[in-house]
Each structure stands twice: as C-alpha cells, then as structure tokens.
C-alpha cells in the first residue's frame, strides 16, 4: 500500500501528534497491522489495523464488543488503584467524523486505530515462570469481565464450537475443492477416529452442565505484551473477546506455549508437549481463577489442554483442503506443515492426559 493513503487513513482519527513513518508490525494470520510513529516525544505512538472484515464480517459489532470490554477493563484497574493503567489496557482512538472506532474507507475496507504500548515487547516462546504469571493474567481477565454490563455477541459465530470445525472440515472434503482429498486418507482418518471424543464441550453444554463465560479465544504468545522486565502487561488482539468455555483461553494458550517447537515447524520430531509450562500456566490459572470455576470446568482441563491442537489442525487443514483462503500462507503447503504440526502436538498432549489430571487434583489440594 502506498505511505500517502495510510496517512490519509490515519487522519481521519482522533490521533495527537504529526505522524512520522507508519511501518509493518506483528506476524497475525489475520489482520494487517502497522506501527505509526509521531514526530513529538510527548505524543504517543499508535497501531493501526486494516480489518480483515471477510473474517469480521460486522465490524460495527466487533468494535462495539472491543470498546466495551477495554472500558470496562479499564474501570475495575481504575478501581483496585492499579498502576500503568495505560499500558495494561489497549485504548482505541475514536474517528473524527463519526465518533466510532472505526473507518470505512471508499474501498471497502475497516481501519481502526489504537494507542501503542511503550517498552513492551512481545514473544514467541515463555518460560514457566512466566506462564505461570500469564495463567493468572488470564483467570483476572476472565474475572474482571465477569460482570460486564453489555451484552457481547459472538463476533465469529461458532468461533470454537468443535463440532461445527468438524462440520467444515467434513463439507471441505465433500467439495475437494483443491483436489487434495486423494492423498490425505491417514490424517483425515486419525481425525476422525477422535472427533466425537473432542466435541464433548458441545454436549456437556447442551446438557446445561457447561456455561460460557467471557474469554480471550485467541491467547496464544504472540497476543500476549510484555514489559522488559519479562512481567505480562495485557493481552491483544480482542477481536475474538466473546461467551465461549473457558477451555478457549487455557487450550489455545498451551497449544502455543506448551509446544517445545513453533505452530509451523516441519521436522515433527521437534514437535513436544512442554509439561513444565503446562504445570506453571495451570497452577497460576487455577490460583486466580478457582474461586468461580465450577468442577466440571477445573476438571476438564486436560481436555481443553488436547481440544485446541486438535481443533487447530481441523481449522488449517480444512483450510488447505479447501484452497487456502483463510489463514495467510507463505507457501502453498503452509497449511498442510501446520496442521501436520499441530496434529503430532495433539498427540504428544493426549499422551500426557494421565499427569495431567494427576497434577490438576493435586494443585486443587494444596489450595
Ligand atoms: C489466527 O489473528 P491471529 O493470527 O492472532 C486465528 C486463531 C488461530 C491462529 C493460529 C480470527 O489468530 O483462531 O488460532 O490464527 N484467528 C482467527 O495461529 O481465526
Ligand atoms: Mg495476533
């Protein structure tokens, strides 16, 4: 895109400051983002983010949904007196002329605009120490957004409802719309095998035995900030803040922390289930969060740890039998590497179930 129409984006929001340079940031599958620098030291910095509202399909929704939840996040920091209140919440920056958090431009396409959070850093990897400070981080946030007043709607419907990811992978294979169904009867088999097993969320819902809550559903590292000193501020990217299990926010986070590799690697070998990251997440989730889980939620924990790699294959390889019109590939077998790696981490996870639920009673003991 060209420097002059990002800047013509940009000032059509609220912004303080003379913007300087607007480059590329971040690596998300979904959304474009760059960083915009202002030329005074005392004006921030900010995000700006081209909506990719094929996926988003009610942008207005979304932002509404977005805005509530950081005012409301910001209101219970205010009230506990926490300290940098601003670089642990994102703040969106409203448009001049119509007073929403976004702009729709003659093209069609959404921008919105947010303030960026200084000396913060983001990761691919963590540590238990640190997963064990995310894992509080995020019983807080589910528990700050406990009571907020407006209703949030589910900005993708059916986000992780596995048995619609089960659906879509079934109708990809119908269509082979890539002609690639022939060569891929192992994996689709395995999946299969699994599938009713995995959609036990679904049923235990239906039920009434499971509720939602309002979670994160997209907590992996990378949507996860920092400060230097290594201590989570906040976590980003709340496109996907909506009522889901709160298997979301524990699975999704270990499928992307707890993995010894990265989501892509090609050398399955290298793909593990990191069990010291499992133990220091759990125990510091389980620390903030027990007071309002229920038993079933709590116990069901080393299901979420194996739902997300096995849902998380699904959705890539869905997508690679269809085509690739989801997820942004850098090359064409993107999609098959990742759901392959996601597959042998669902695996090395299921193997691991046993400990699991060894160390999840013995953490609910000792509290
Ligand atoms: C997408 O936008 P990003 O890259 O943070 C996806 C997640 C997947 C993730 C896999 C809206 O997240 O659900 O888990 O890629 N987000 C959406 O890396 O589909
Ligand atoms: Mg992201």
Not at 13 to 28: A, P, R
Not at 157 to 177: C, G, S, T, V, Y
Not at 309 to 327: E, H, K, S, W
Request: charge should be negative; hydrophobic fraction near 40%.
């Amino acid at each position: 895109m060209e420097k002059s129409e990002l800047f013509d984006i940009i000032s059509q929001f609220s912004i303080n400051g003379t913007v300087k340079e607007v480059k590329t940031l971040g690596n998300g599958l979904i959304n474009d983002t760059f960083k915009v620098t202002t030329k005074e030291a005392d004006q921030p910095d900010y995000v700006l983010q081209h909506v990719n509202n094929a996926i988003f399909t009610d942008v207005d929704m979304l932002m509404h949904n977005i805005v509530a939840v950081t005012t409301h996040i910001r209101k219970k920091l205010e009230a506990s007196g926490t300290q940098d209140i601003d670089r642990k919440v994102l703040s969106f920056i409203p448009n001049r002329s119509t007073g929403k958090y976004y702009f729709l431009a003659a093209d069609g396409k959404y921008w919105r605009i947010m303030v960026f959070i200084p000396d913060a850093v983001t990761k691919t990897e963590v540590t238990p120490a640190s997963s064990y400070d995310v894992g509080i981080a995020f019983g807080n946030f589910q528990a700050m957004l406990s009571d907020i007043p407006e209703k949030l709607s589910e900005t993708i419907p059916d986000f992780h409802n596995m048995e619609f990811r089960m659906q879509q992978l079934r109708d990809a294979i119908k269509a082979d719309k890539a002609g690639r169904v022939a060569e891929m009867r192992p994996l689709i088999d395995a999946i299969m095998t699994d599938a009713d097993e995995m959609c036990k969320g679904e049923r235990l819902y239906r039920e009434g035995k499971l509720p939602k809550r309002i979670c994160h559903c997209d907590t992996k590292v990378d949507n996860l900030m920092f400060d230097q000193a290594g201590n989570v501020l906040c976590v980003i990217d709340l496109d996907t803040v909506m009522p889901n299990f709160v298997f979301s926010d524990i699975g999704d986070f270990l499928r992307s922390a707890a993995n010894t590799s990265k989501e892509d690697e090609k050398e399955l070998d290298k793909v593990n289930f990191n069990f010291e990251i499992f133990k220091a997440f759990t125990k510091g989730y389980l620390k903030s969060a027990k007071s309002f889980l229920l038993p079933i939620e709590i116990e069901n924990i080393p299901y979420a740890a194996m739902l997300f790699p096995f849902m998380q294959t699904v959705r890539f390889f869905a997508d690679y039998l269809d085509g690739d019109n989801y997820y942004k590939i850098q090359y064409p077998e993107h999609n098959l590497v990742r759901s392959r790696a996601q597959w042998k981490l669902y695996e090395s996870v299921r193997a691991a179930v046993p400990q699991m639920t060894d160390f999840v009673q013995q953490c609910i003991a000792e509290m």
